[in-house]
């Protein structure tokens, strides 16, 4: 898995965040909506759920390759 997040460029996952992380955009976007709908404990339809998990990837993949780039610098000696 490390491979994958050293191979793939920063501009291309943050891309991914931005367009699919934050798409629709109007009224707000899906991913802050559904945030909101969590912390209000109303995210239980299987649809609501399925919907998070995808707009929520492209966030987790951005924060997986920053804390891989951390820890490498970290570690460098």
């Known amino acids: 898995m490390g491979a994958i997040l050293d191979r ?10 931005v367009t699919l992380g934050l798409a629709p955009f109007v009224p707000e976007p899906h991913v802050w909506q559904k ?3 969590l912390f ?3 995210l239980s339809r299987p649809i609501d759920i399925l919907d ?3 707009h929520g990837a ?3 993949l951005l924060a997986a390759k ?5 820890i490498g610098q ?3 000696p």
């Open 58 to 60: 492209p966030w987790l």
């Open 52 to 54: 998070f998990a995808l």
């Open 8 to 17: 793939l460029s920063w501009e291309f996952a943050f891309l991914l965040a």
């Open 40 to 42: 209000d404990g109303t």
């Open 74 to 76: 970290n570690s460098a």
């Open 35 to 37: 945030l909101l709908m």
């Open 66 to 70: 920053a804390g891989r780039a951390i």
